[in-house]
Structure formats: C-alpha cells, structure tokens
Nanobody, 124 residues
Framework: VQLQASGGGLVQAGDSLRLSCAAS????????MGWFRQAPGKEREFVAA????????NFADSVKGRFTISRDNAKNTVYLQMNSLKPEDTAVYYC??????????????????WGQGTQVTVSS
C-alpha cells in the first residue's frame, strides 16, 4: 500500500484546510485509516481515524468539533477537513493505513503503512 498525502499549506488562524490521502495498492475499502501529526520538537500524535466503511470515527480531544474525517472508497481517498485552525495545529500531518483492522484506532502501532506527510502551518 502506498499513501500520498496532500493539501497542506500556510493559513491564518480561523481558516480551513482539507487534507487528502490517496491510496494505491491493496484493497482500500477493507481497512481503517487514520491521520496523525507531528509538531517540531514533539512526538507524533493521533488526530483522527475512520473505519473501513466510513461509518464511525475517532478524534483527538484537541480537534473534536473542528476536524472531520471522511473517506471515498471509490476514489481510494481519505480526507481530513480542518476548520477553525489554531496556531497549535501547526505540524506535519501524516495519513496511515491499518490494513489488519476495520475499526478506527488511536494507537499509532496499529498502523502499518504511512504516507510521506504534508505540512500545515497556521499563523496567528
């Protein structure tokens, strides 16, 4: 499975961005997907995850109510819609695939494939 994340950029606080992660190889509609982020000097942290069908999702407390996750299995793509962005959302965002699981998981070690990351910078 190869994952290609895109959609990052430089925005102002309060703005919105939508990240995309296109998957190739494997059977995209059969496994869970997640988004993680890593800010400078910090460890990578969970952001959001979605189940194989797009029917359930988990979110980090820090993004609940502001971010949504969705997937289009016909397009082999998962999305992260980020609204009301804050400077503390600045990080490299990574998409990841849990090809052994169907339910959304917050645990980084459940994910066996990772994209290359896309930078999101939020200015105050």
């Amino acid at each position: 499975v190869q994952l290609q994340a895109s959609g990052g950029g430089l925005v102002q606080a309060g703005d919105s961005l939508r990240l995309s992660c296109a998957a190739s190889g494997g059977t995209f509609g059969s496994y869970a997907m997640g988004w993680f982020r890593q800010a400078p000097g910090k460890e990578r942290e969970f952001v959001a995850a979605i189940d194989w069908k797009g029917g359930s999702a988990n979110f980090a407390d820090s993004v609940k109510g502001r971010f949504t996750i969705s997937r289009d299995n016909a397009k082999n793509t998962v999305y992260l819609q980020m609204n009301s962005l804050k400077p503390e959302d600045t990080a490299v965002y990574y998409c990841a695939a849990d090809t052994y699981g169907v339910a959304p998981t917050n645990w980084e070690h459940d994910y066996d494939y990772w994209g290359q990351g896309t930078q999101v910078t939020v200015s105050s």
